[in-house]
C-alpha cells in the first residue's frame, strides 16, 4: 500500500527502504517501525534530505495517515538515533501496533503496508 512520493502529502510518513526487500518488515528486538513525518521540522523533510542520511540506493516510500490507521497501527513520535542528522532525529516516529494487539497481528498489519 505505500507509493514512491511525487510530492509529500500532508498526513504522509516516508520510510527508507532497500529495493527489493520487504519496507515493513519487524526485526526480532524492534517495537516499531522506523518512518519520518516530514511536517515536523520547519521547513519540512523532503524526499532526498532524508535519502542523503541513508545507505546509496534505499529508496523513500510514503505512506498516509489513513493507511496506516486502517491497518489498526499508531504513530508514535520518537526521538531518532544519534547517528541520524538532528532534524531527522527531530521528525522520527515510529509505526507502533494499537494497544492488546500482539506481535503476530502487528507483524500480520505491517504487510498489509507493502
Not at 502529502?9 to 527489493?20: D, M, S
Not at 545507505?55 to 489498526?72: K, N, W
Request: proline share 9%.
Amino acid at each position: 500500500m505505500a507509493t514512491p512520493p511525487s510530492s509529500i502529502e500532508k498526513q504522509a510518513y516516508l520510510r527508507v527502504a532497500t529495493p527489493g526487500k520487504p519496507a515493513f518488515q519487524l526485526k526480532p528486538c524492534e517495537e516499531g517501525i522506523s518512518v519520518f513525518d516530514p511536517l515536523l521540522v520547519e521547513p519540512p523533510l523532503t524526499q532526498e534530505e532524508v535519502l542523503s542520511a541513508f545507505r546509496e540506493g534505499s529508496i523513500a516510500l510514503t505512506v498516509g495517515r489513513g493507511v496506516i490507521m486502517q491497518c489498526g497501527l499508531e504513530v508514535v513520535e520518537v526521538t531518532g538515533h544519534e547517528s541520524l542528522p538532528e532534524r531527522l532525529r527531530l521528525a522520527h516516529c515510529e509505526l507502533r501496533p494499537w494497544a492488546n494487539m500482539d506481535r503476530k497481528a502487528f507483524k500480520q498489519a505491517l504487510k498489509l503496508l507493502e
